[in-house]
């Protein structure tokens, strides 16, 4: 028995942990819909899988606080991986949060079921489109495949916290404000040639009530140039995934110490 607990279902735990981590922070198997007991049956299958295609050995510790250390090192790097994926959603969505405040429609809601909460109504559409990206590209597939990978790297109890890995998940959190102002980058510009035709007009005709007709024009050119911007949206989304599987092999060789 004892021999069971420190070779089999202490390593399947650890490996469990990890999964679990990974499991609550990717998107698509995060949201409110997929129940509970789906992601926890999800993290056994992972683990179950793994500790069969590369079998993990690791004694149990001796005292309960390097256990708890390091079961808790484990659920880390599991967040850390789901988390660095997490963000590139992050980046659209706030892509969205900004054309929603251009266009002046920030008092206009959407209830995202994926979140359980209201969101600005441009940045649900862009999380949507993003996840149908996602989804058809196969990178749903690419990211449960990198973290099978990740036991080759990083064993359980073999991750670094270095200054390496603070400044690469630093770099990847700035990355995500550019990504956001590359996206809404056309929405900005009419509504800032709107702004600067009304102001025109405003000192022009000093009568006009500038405020009152320029919000309606702003929202029809900001919608209209929306739309014409899909195939824009698409090819940024596609190129930022492109990077996506190169850049969590970056994220795991930093965790392994590589």
Same mark, same amino acid.
């Given at each position: 028995m004892e021999s069971w607990l420190n070779n089999l279902f202490w390593s399947w735990m650890l490996i469990f942990l990890r999964a679990s981590g990974f499991v609550l922070m990717i998107p698509v198997l995060s949201v409110r819909q997929v129940p509970i007991f789906v992601r926890v049956a999800l993290s056994a299958i992972f683990a179950y899988l793994?500790?069969?295609?590369?079998p993990v050995? /690791?004694?149990?510790?001796?005292?309960w606080l390097d256990t708890c250390l390091l079961m808790a090192a484990e659920v880390l790097v599991g967040l850390l991986i789901g988390f660095f994926i997490r963000l590139l959603f992050y980046g659209f969505e706030m892509a969205g949060q900004i054309i929603t405040m251009e266009t002046g429609l920030a008092m206009s809601t959407l209830f995202n079921p994926f979140e359980g909460t209201s969101t600005p109504l441009f940045s649900s559409l862009m999380f949507y489109f993003? %996840?149908?990206i996602f989804l058809a590209l196969d990178l749903h597939h690419e990211v449960v495949a990198a973290f099978f990978r990740s036991y080759e790297v990083i064993p359980?109890?073999?991750? /670094?916290m270095s200054d390496t890995l603070a400044t690469e998940v630093i770099a990847r959190s700035v990355k995500l404000f550019? %990504?956001?102002?590359e996206m809404a980058a056309p929405i900005i510009c009419v509504s800032f040639m /709107?702004?600067?035709m009304f102001a025109v007009f405003g000192r022009a005709v000093p009568q006009m009530n500038v405020f009152i007709l320029s919000f309606p024009i702003r929202v029809l050119a900001s919608i /209209? %140039?929306?739309?014409?911007?899909?195939?824009l949206f698409f090819s940024y989304i596609y190129q930022y995934f492109s990077y996506l599987p190169g850049d969590i092999s970056g994220l795991i060789r930093t965790l392994g110490g590589v």
């Open positions: 793994i500790s069969l295609m590369s050995a /690791v004694a149990m510790p001796e005292n993003s %996840v149908l359980p109890g073999g991750a /670094v550019w %990504v956001a102002l /709107v702004t600067l /209209v %140039v929306f739309g014409l911007s899909a195939n």
